[in-house]
């Protein structure tokens, strides 16, 4: 490909300028679209219905090559495009030159990513979904498990352990959504744009378009080999995704911990510590915590990456490579093994939670609302618990050690049931209100879940 240069690269230049260290990620990809590409030469007619079958066959040859084990990439090399260009003509002789006729490394490798990208939304959905499968198998089994909710980090009210997994679920909910979202709008053929401005060749790219399973081809070719506003997406809906991760992560990781004690690490998803003996460590969700900063930078990359080019296509843009393959590698495999980690790397100490639910003073709250159901402003009776609160701190008791005198001297609407309304089942399934933690609630949102799934 040296046409006009009379000198070779310099090796340190062309070790720097190479991506075939990267992109034979998209080698699938490219002969995707090289296929398509060879089909529409040979139905406009601008090469012969002999040349095109053997094109696509030499193609097929190169993907049987390649799944074998046999067409690796050199380090020589520069990139992936111009490999399988190579091998073609190694392949065919002259009528591999043709490929590259009415098309561009530009529109190609435009193509290339988008192809892979739609490629890897759906793996990522796929695997959103068996992760939000897995945490509704866990809300099945824990409806009637309550745990201390908290805000602050400070006890707040118990809940079911159901309505805190499921509030996971949404939030890989709203993820699928975003990949979607990101899908649609991706959904363009930037191939036929040539290297900035079309070419003059009679091609078709509605019919690339279409054998691409693209909906339509881009409007403008200066836009289309320059676009990769569609990787900033998915860099950024994977940038939440792992941000949902590494706040599940955080949670288990205080969980496991002595101070909370909710869940108990099994030998198959921990490690110990080369040192000290007794350790075992939650090195799963620290992981997927750790990685979430790498995902972030990825984003930030590419945003400035982007933010200063010129259109059109710019060398800057195969950079674009390395920072999404990465970032929907580390998302995929954080996606993956948090399924593995919360079906089988914890035991849930329901023993403990049950302690947990009774000592502190996470009750309040519901003394406060007995009062405000016989009509007491809430504020007022905010104040009598609060009150009693405190005198209950200083005897060194909790809400439900306090003797009936006790409750009546503090307001004279308390009797007998008052200890039936701030049991801690009680507590949660009085929450019946639309979206909260009361079990005939948790129960509706598990049936929708299910249902949300099943699409
Ligand atoms: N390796 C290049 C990339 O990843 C392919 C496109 C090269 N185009 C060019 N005009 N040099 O962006």
Redesign the pocket.
């Known amino acids: 490909m040296r046409g006009r240069f009379e000198e070779p690269l310099d090796p340190v230049v062309a070790r720097f300028n190479s991506?075939i260290g990267f992109?034979w990620e998209l080698l699938p990809y490219d002969l995707i679209g090289s296929r398509a590409h060879v089909r529409m030469l040979g139905q406009v007619g601008i090469i012969s219905p002999s040349e095109m079958a053997q094109l696509v066959a030499g193609l097929d040859q190169i993907e049987q090559a390649w799944r074998t084990g046999e067409f690796q990439p050199d380090p020589a090399w520069?990139?992936?495009?111009s490999a399988v260009e190579t091998r073609l003509t190694v392949l065919l002789g002259d009528v591999g030159k043709k490929l590259h006729t009415a098309r561009?490394?530009?529109d190609?490798?435009a193509t290339d990513l988008r192809l892979y990208t739609r490629d890897h939304i759906q793996r990522l959905l796929n695997l959103l979904q068996q992760l939000q499968a897995v945490l509704v198998t866990l809300a099945e089994a824990h409806q009637t498990t309550l745990i201390p909710a908290y805000t602050h980090l400070q006890r707040a009210q118990p809940v079911s352990l159901a309505h805190h997994w499921l509030a996971y679920f949404e939030m890989f909910d709203r993820d699928r959504t975003r990949l979607v979202d990101c899908n649609r709008r991706l959904d363009v053929s930037p191939l036929g744009s040539g290297?900035l401005a079309g070419t003059t060749l009679p091609i078709d790219r509605a019919y690339t378009a279409e054998l691409l399973g693209f909906a339509r081809p881009s409007a403008n070719s200066l836009d289309a080999v320059s676009d990769r506003d569609y990787v900033v997406e998915l860099l950024s809906a994977l940038s939440l995704i792992l941000t949902h991760l590494s706040r599940l992560s955080e949670e288990l990781i205080l969980w496991s911990s002595q101070e909370f004690g909710f869940i108990s690490l099994t030998d198959s998803c921990a490690t110990g510590s080369s040192l000290m003996p007794q350790k075992k460590n939650p090195d799963v969700p620290e992981l997927i915590r750790g990685k979430t900063g790498r995902v972030f930078g990825h984003l930030l990359g590419m945003l400035t990456t982007l933010k200063g080019l010129p259109l059109a296509?710019n060398?800057d843009?195969?950079e674009?490579?390395e920072a999404l393959f990465d970032a929907v590698r580390t998302s995929e495999d954080c996606l993956r093994v948090m399924a593995v980690f919360l079906e089988k790397g914890m035991v849930i100490r329901t023993e403990r939670l049950a302690q947990a639910v009774t000592e502190d003073y996470s009750n309040a709250t519901d003394a406060a609302d007995y009062l405000v159901r016989q009509g007491i402003p809430f504020r007022e009776a905010y104040q009598v618990i609060g009150a009693l609160v405190r005198t209950a701190l200083a005897d060194g008791k909790l809400l439900q050690d306090l003797t009936l005198t006790e409750w009546q001297a503090a307001h004279p609407g308390f009797s007998e049931d008052i200890y039936a309304a701030i049991q801690p089942a009680q507590v949660v399934n009085a929450r019946n209100s639309y979206g909260g933690t009361g079990l005939a609630q948790v129960r509706q949102a598990l049936l929708a879940a299910r249902a949300r799934l099943a699409l």
């Open positions: 991506s992109d520069e990139d992936v495009h561009s490394r530009n190609q490798v290297a296509y060398k843009l195969q674009d490579k």
